[in-house]
């Protein structure tokens, strides 16, 4: 009974912290997580996790595909671990400077578990997000409608993170609360940054 009631609390907990970080992850209207030091790659510890961002290029050329990946790595000491997270662990809000116009990254919110080896980083790409609603000029409604054929000029901000909890059934989940308590939210967050020409040379 113990292990549903948990399992129970771990998916409304996924639910209701996806469901605001669907639009946002690491909050782009937010002040910087790290804006002097913010450059095309970004690498944080968090207990047993390490988290990556990095963008394959500095700047891209008009037409270019963007090449953004997030990285999970689990450093911990058991030989694997399973987490819980909604559709994907990683998201890659994003915000344009020079328009000031924020991309956001839906997500379907089940529960799903992913075993990560110690040592072996799960990496995710960027797969091209944004979306609108009737209240949005025409000026952003079109911007957002040609990321599908290339990101336009400008300079972008990846307010990237990795969401997720350790699953009550994982080796490891003993440090995460599997007598009853409330299990450990690991939330990672960095930006990294990266520019697209405005012509193609």
């Known amino acids: 009974m113990r292990r549903y009631l ?24 937010g002040p910087s997580l790290n804006k002097a030091a913010r450059g095309s790659q970004a690498e944080i510890t968090d207990g047993d996790f ?5 963008s394959e290029k500095e700047e891209y050329e008009q037409g270019d595909q963007v090449q953004v990946y997030g990285e999970l790595e689990y450093i ?8 819980g997270h909604a559709a994907s662990a990683f998201y890659f809000p994003m915000k344009e ?11 379907n919110e089940p529960y799903i578990t992913t ?14 997000g944004g979306g609108y609603d009737s209240r949005d000029d025409k000026k952003f409604k079109d911007f957002i409608h040609s990321l599908k054929d290339g990101f336009p000029g400008g300079r972008y901000v ?32 960095a930006e990294i940054e990266f520019s ?4 193609k040379k």
């Open 6 to 29: 948990y399992m129970g609390f771990i998916l409304m907990l996924m639910l209701t912290g996806c469901a605001k970080q669907e639009l946002q992850g690491a909050d782009p209207t």
């Open 50 to 54: 390490v988290y990556r961002l990095v």
């Open 76 to 83: 911990g000491k058991e030989d694997e671990i399973t987490i």
């Open 97 to 107: 400077l020079t328009r000031d116009y924020n991309i956001s990254y839906a997500m």
């Open 115 to 128: 075993k990560l080896k110690k040592g072996e980083p799960l990496r995710e790409y960027y797969k091209i």
């Open 158 to 189: 990846v307010y990237g993170s990795a969401d997720f909890v350790i699953d009550a059934m994982s080796q490891g989940a003993s440090q995460s609360g599997s007598d009853g308590e409330e299990p450990k939210r690991y939330k990672i967050q």
């Open 196 to 199: 697209v020409s405005e012509e």
